[in-house]
């Protein structure tokens, strides 16, 4: 009997220590000559971009610990007290193991689970890459100034775009090949936020993503991102010259709603500008003299403020003597008028005809006056 139970006692340890952890557990190694008791910070980046501080442990013969439960893998850091650098790897649950030596925590070795498995090798073959792209960067300095120098910079140009044509078919190629890294959703997002690759191929990609990367924080921002790089450029589309300009309508100072179409003259400048903006307020003696010397030929002028109060707006309108129209929902680059005009920074024009087709964009000084008169004289 006793040997039945001592034989179950074993198989249960045995069983319970081949189950998946519900938490994580990081064992990690600092080698090198630290001071028994050194802070080590595991931290996270905060809503404002920078690390924010979830954990703090010691260091006792050279060895530290975290424990606790992730709810989804998500990119944290180790940083160590005193020491310049950390170690950015994936928090999941199960025993990650850690290993790094002192003054070198960027090159820390992260091992045990399946995310950081594939996080790192993405990082070996990025880091290979990059030590290319320096050592070109370090030729070219050497070249400057010797004989022969010119060509020797020149094909050292072309070598490096062809190394970075290798890092994004690289990078395109390990989303594809590594559909459940969630490395591979940070790439995507990355890769939308510098126009590296088209909105239509990030979808693609986006799709062939495991359910269980889909669903993380860094999938569903790549989702945010997808929606809004296509009304970017649907906006952008529908506000390239040719076409028709969108209608749209708003408040003026006095409160009372004015729409586009009411203030159409035989040319029409849609002006986006602010109060606080000191290019628009530079610009604004140019627009009057034009709108002076050409509003009985028929230019009109609506001018659509992304201020952030009213009374800045109005204010700004009084002392530049804007005497045309305009509207404003006080709404910063939050606008919804600035939005369907893909306005991203002011000042920002579009110049209409009588048909309300867009003819220019974002003409200044003389070019706005020759432009004007072009049409009107």
């Known amino acids: 009997m006793k040997k039945s ?83 950015a790897f994936v928090l999941e649950n199960g025993t990650i193991e850690y290993n790094a030596q002192k003054d070198s925590l960027n090159f820390a070795e992260v091992e045990g689970t399946l995310q950081n498995e594939i996080f790192f090798s993405y990082l070996d073959k990025s880091k290979a890459l990059s030590r290319q792209a320096k050592s070109i960067q370090e030729d070219m300095q050497n070249a400057n100034g010797t004989p022969n120098g010119e060509a020797t910079v020149a094909a050292l140009n072309d070598e490096m775009k062809e190394l970075q044509e290798e890092y994004k078919s690289f990078e395109i190629d390990f989303i594809k090949n590594n559909p459940n890294g969630l490395i591979s959703a940070l790439l995507l997002d990355r890769a939308l936020s510098l126009n590296a690759v088209e909105v239509g191929e990030i979808q693609s990609m986006y799709d062939a993503l495991s359910p269980e990367i889909k669903n993380t924080k860094s999938g569903k921002k790549v989702v945010e991102s997808i929606t809004k790089k296509k009304e970017l450029e649907e906006a952008s589309k529908s506000t390239a010259i040719g076409a028709k300009a969108p209608e749209f309508s708003g408040p003026n100072p006095e409160g009372e709603t004015i729409a586009l179409s009411d203030v159409m003259g035989k040319v029409t400048l849609i002006d986006f500008w602010a109060g606080w903006c000191r290019p628009c307020r530079a610009e604004n003696p140019n627009i009057v003299a034009v709108y002076e010397k050409y509003h009985d030929k028929g230019l009109n002028v609506i001018g659509v403020s992304l201020d952030r109060t009213a009374e800045l707006w109005r204010k700004a309108i009084a002392d530049d003597g804007l005497t045309w129209n305009h509207v404003s929902n006080i709404a910063y680059f939050d606008d919804e008028i600035a939005k369907m005009y893909n306005v991203q920074a002011i000042p920002a024009a579009f110049l209409l005809d009588e048909n309300g087709i867009i003819i220019a964009k974002n003409l200044r000084g003389s070019q706005l006056e020759e432009k004007v008169s072009e049409l009107l004289d």
């Open 5 to 87: 139970v001592l034989f179950l006692m074993v198989l249960v340890i045995a069983f319970s220590c081949n189950q998946s952890p519900d938490g994580f557990v990081i064992d990690g190694e600092l080698r090198g000559d630290f001071e028994e008791g050194t802070q080590v910070f595991l931290k996270k980046t905060g809503d404002n971009g920078q690390p924010v501080e979830l954990d703090t442990t010691l260091l006792v013969n050279g060895k530290f610990q975290f424990t606790g439960t992730s709810t989804e893998p998500d990119i944290h850091f180790i940083f160590v007290d005193k020491l310049q650098g950390y170690t």
